[in-house]
C-alpha cells in the first residue's frame, strides 16, 4: 500500500507537468513567444508544487501512524501490561510488528501467557496497520489532485515560471549547503561538550602532555575514582608514526605514478592502467587489514629476526606499509586530474625551447600543479590519521611512547573504537575520553583541510 501512495505522488506529478505545458500552449494558441517561459517551465512548476506536498505529506503520514499505534497498542493492552516494567515495554513493542505472521509461519507452539499477549497485539497492530495505509492512499491521492488543481489554475500566460523554479533551485542547492554546515556544526557542539565533562574530571594539560595512557587501571590513588590515566601523548605519537610511514610509501609511489599515466604512458596504456590503480581504492578496509595481519607483519618479523633486529608480532611499520599502498590510488588519481589540468601550451613551450621531457615535468608541469599536489598530500594525510581497521588488525592496542616502527603502538581512532565498544555508560572518564579525543581529530583534521586551502589559494596558477 505504500508503494502505492509513493507512486501516486509520482503519477500526479506526472499528469501535471503535461497538463499545464499544454494549458500554457492553449491560453496563448500556441504562439511560445507569447508565453513569459518556455512551456517546459509551466510543467515543472506544477510538478514541483505536486512533488514537495504529496512527499511531504506521505513522510509525515509514516512517521506519525506508528507512534499512534503504539499508543493504541498501549491503550487497549494496558491493563496486561500494567506489570511491566519499561524496558519489558519496549521489548514487547518491538516484537509486536509481524509478530502473528511469524507465529503462524513458523506453527503457534506452546501458549504462554506472554506468546498469547503478543500475538493479540499483533493482530491488533496489523488490523490498525492497513488501515492507515488505506487512508494514507486515499489523502495522498486526495492532497496530490488539491495540489494539482491549485497549481494548474495559477498557470498563465504572465507568470515567471522560470524565475520560481529556478527559485526553487536555489532553494534546494542552499539547504543542501546548510545540511553540510549544520551537520558539521551539530558533530562539533556533540563532542564538545561530552568533551567538557571529560575535561571537568581530567585537567587538559594531562590530558595533552600525559605520557601514559590507562583509561581502565588506576595509577594515582588521587585520580578521579582510580579510573586510570589519560595521558594521549602515546597516542598522537602512534597516529602520527604509522602516518608518517604510510605517506612516505605513498608519495612517491602515487606521485611517480601520476606523472607517468600523464605525461609518460600511452592512451592505450593509461585506459585500462588507471582502473586498475583505482581498484585499489575501492578494497575495504577490513581486507587491507587482514592482508596486514596475516602477511605484511609476518614477513617483516621473518626478515627482521634474520638481519638480528626485534620485531613485534604486530609493528607500527606492517600498518604503516599496508596504509601506504590504501591511500597510492587516492594520491595518483588526485596529482593526475591536477596535472592533466595543466595547459598543454605549457609543454608545447618547453618542448620549443629545448627542454627535454623529463625537464619539462620538474620544472614545468610540477610547479605549476603544486598546489594541487600538496592538497591531494594532505587530503591524504587527513585519509591516514581516520583510519582504523588496519591498525587495529597489524599494529595492536597497546600505547607504546616509541618511534620505533617495529614496536606495537596504536593510534587516536583504535582507542575511540575501544572506548565505545561494548555496553558503556556515558557517566564516567573512561568513556568520556573517547569524545576528547574525537575532538582532537576533528580540530586535527580541520587544520590539514584549512591547510589545503589556503595553500591553494596562495601558489595556484591561473591560466588563460
Not at 508565453?35 to 503520514?61: D, E, H, K, M, T
Not at 493482530?123 to 497549481?151: E, P
Not at 595553500?455 to 591560466?463: G, I, L
Request: glycine share 6%.
Amino acid at each position: 500500500m505504500t508503494s502505492v501512495a509513493f507512486l501516486a505522488v509520482f503519477i500526479w506529478a506526472f499528469i501535471g507537468y503535461y497538463s499545464a505545458r499544454a494549458r500554457a500552449l492553449y491560453l496563448v494558441g500556441g504562439v511560445v513567444r507569447d508565453l513569459n517561459s518556455l512551456p517546459r517551465y509551466y510543467g515543472f512548476f506544477v510538478a514541483l508544487c505536486i512533488l514537495l506536498p504529496g512527499f511531504l505529506f506521505f513522510f509525515l503520514w509514516k512517521s506519525l501512524s506508528s507512534f499512534f499505534l503504539e499508543k493504541r497498542i498501549l491503550f487497549f493492552f494496558s491493563d496486561r501490561i500494567s506489570d511491566f516494567s519499561s524496558l519489558e515495554v519496549n521489548a514487547f513493542l518491538r516484537n509486536v510488528p509481524g509478530f502473528s505472521d511469524r507465529i503462524q509461519s513458523a506453527g503457534r507452539g506452546p501458549i504462554s501467557e506472554k506468546t498469547d499477549l503478543l500475538f493479540d497485539a499483533s493482530v491488533l497492530y496489523a488490523h490498525d496497520q492497513w488501515l492507515c495505509n488505506i487512508a494514507l492512499v486515499f489523502l495522498t491521492f486526495l492532497v496530490c489532485f488539491l495540489c494539482f488543481m491549485r497549481a494548474l489554475h495559477l498557470v498563465t500566460p504572465c507568470m515567471r515560471a522560470r524565475a520560481r523554479v529556478e527559485s526553487f533551485i536555489w532553494w534546494v542547492l542552499a539547504c543542501s549547503s546548510a545540511v553540510a554546515v549544520l551537520t558539521s556544526i551539530g558533530i562539533l557542539m556533540s563532542l564538545l561538550v561530552q568533551a567538557f565533562r571529560f575535561f571537568s574530571i581530567v585537567p587538559v594539560h594531562e590530558f595533552l602532555f600525559g605520557l601514559h595512557w590507562s583509561p581502565q587501571l588506576s595509577m594515582r590513588p588521587d585520580q578521579f575514582a582510580g579510573s586510570g590515566t589519560f595521558g594521549a601523548v602515546p597516542l598522537f605519537v602512534g597516529t602520527a608514526l604509522i602516518t608518517v610511514i604510510a605517506m612516505c610509501i605513498a608519495t612517491p609511489i602515487g606521485l611517480m605514478s601520476a606523472i607517468y599515466l600523464s605525461d609518460y604512458a600511452s592512451l592505450g596504456f593509461r585506459a585500462w592502467a588507471k582502473p586498475v590503480l583505482e581498484i585499489l581504492s575501492g578494497i575495504p578496509t577490513v581486507v587491507y587489514g587482514f592482508f596486514a595481519a596475516l602477511t605484511v607483519a609476518p614477513l617483516i618479523r621473518y626478515y627482521g629476526e634474520l638481519l638480528g633486529l626485534g620485531v613485534a608480532a604486530e609493528s607500527a611499520l606492517a600498518a604503516g606499509l599496508v596504509m601506504g599502498i590504501m591511500i597510492i590510488p587516492f594520491v595518483s588519481s588526485l596529482s593526475d586530474d591536477v596535472i592533466c589540468a595543466v595547459p598543454q601550451s605549457l609543454r608545447d613551450g618547453s618542448a620549443a625551447l629545448g627542454a627535454t621531457k623529463t625537464e619539462t615535468v620538474i620544472k614545468v608541469i610540477l610547479p605549476a600543479a603544486f598546489s594541487g599536489i600538496v592538497n591531494a598530500l594532505l587530503l591524504a594525510v587527513g585519509r591516514a590519521v581516520g583510519e582504523t581497521m588496519i591498525v587495529v588488525m597489524a599494529a595492536g592496542l597497546a600505547p607504546n611512547l616509541t618511534l620505533n616502527p617495529l614496536d606495537v603502538v596504536t593510534t587516536v581512532t583504535v582507542q575511540i573504537m575501544a572506548l565505545l565498544s561494548g555496553d558503556q555508560e556515558f557517566d564516567n572518564p573512561g568513556t568520556l575520553a573517547a569524545f576528547a579525543l574525537s575532538l582532537v581529530l576533528f580540530f586535527v583534521t580541520f587544520i590539514l583541510n584549512l591547510t589545503a586551502l589556503r595553500v591553494v589559494r596562495k601558489y595556484r596558477e591561473r591560466y588563460d
